[in-house]
């Protein structure tokens, strides 16, 4: 099963938002609302942040939200902050074969 | 506040053996299904394998399938990774993480992770 596609890199200011891309296949993505987001900083473990597409685990910034077009699913992060600066990580569920499969990552940068 | 902490990596010779464990804490431990997840060195996340609560189903990824084995121990609130046959490109943090019985593809609560490296 192939990884699931995501920008190497994606910057911006303070204050700004910025979207995060996850594009799959029908087998994943496109086939279940099962699209999570997780935070990872340097030397840390992985923080759920968005699960099912767009909800927020508890105590989870209402910055951030989730969405799903089709194949592709998005993170938004609003009002963009430098403790945001880290590697996020898209999800999905791929069906019995394949079961979870993950994008390669982005590296999110507040300038 | 919810705890996995796992423990065993360390260096292993291509062909060997470890054996990786993960105590939980601070939860009801059999509400929940527990998967391995692994990240190679400066690479993204991998999932390895996934358990349920009542240890009666079980999962893993094609790459590790015939070479690894996820179980646990309800008594212990443990959960063990197997791992025979390492090759190199097993070399990886290793993380557990819980995912709720009803809701297996949501890792909602992560270890911090134990270093397996596989070299001679």
């Known amino acids: 099963q192939s990884a699931l596609t995501q920008p190497a890199s994606v910057s911006g200011s303070p204050g700004q938002s910025i979207a995060i891309s996850c594009a799959g296949t029908?087998?994943?993505?496109?086939?279940?609302?099962?699209v999570s987001w997780y935070q990872q900083h340097p030397g840390k473990a992985p923080k759920l942040m968005i699960y099912d597409v767009s909800n927020r685990p508890s105590g989870v910034s209402d910055r951030f939200s989730g969405s799903k077009s089709g194949n592709t699913a998005s993170l938004t992060i609003s009002g963009l902050q430098a403790e945001d600066e880290a590697d996020y990580y898209c999800s999905s569920y791929a069906g019995d074969v394949a079961h979870y499969v993950f994008g390669r990552g982005t590296k999110v940068t507040v300038l | 506040q919810v705890q996995l902490v796992e423990s065993g990596g360390g260096v292993v010779q291509p062909g060997g053996s470890l054996r990786l464990s993960c105590a939980a804490s601070?939860?009801?431990?059999?509400?929940?299904?527990m998967h391995w997840l692994r990240q190679a060195p400066d690479k993204g996340l991998e999932w390895v394998a996934v358990?349920?609560?009542?240890?009666?189903?079980?999962s893993h990824a094609d790459s590790v399938k015939g070479r690894f084995t996820i179980s646990r121990d309800n008594s212990k609130n443990t959960v063990f990774l197997q791992m025979n046959s390492l090759r190199d490109e097993d070399t990886a943090v290793y993380y557990c993480a819980r995912a709720p019985n009803n809701r297996w593809h949501q890792f909602d609560y992560w270890g911090q992770g134990t270093l397996v490296t596989v070299s001679s």
């Open positions: 601070e939860f009801s431990y059999t509400s929940y299904a």
């Open positions: 029908s087998s994943d993505v496109g086939g279940y609302n099962f």
């Open positions: 358990i349920s609560h009542d240890e009666i189903s079980k």
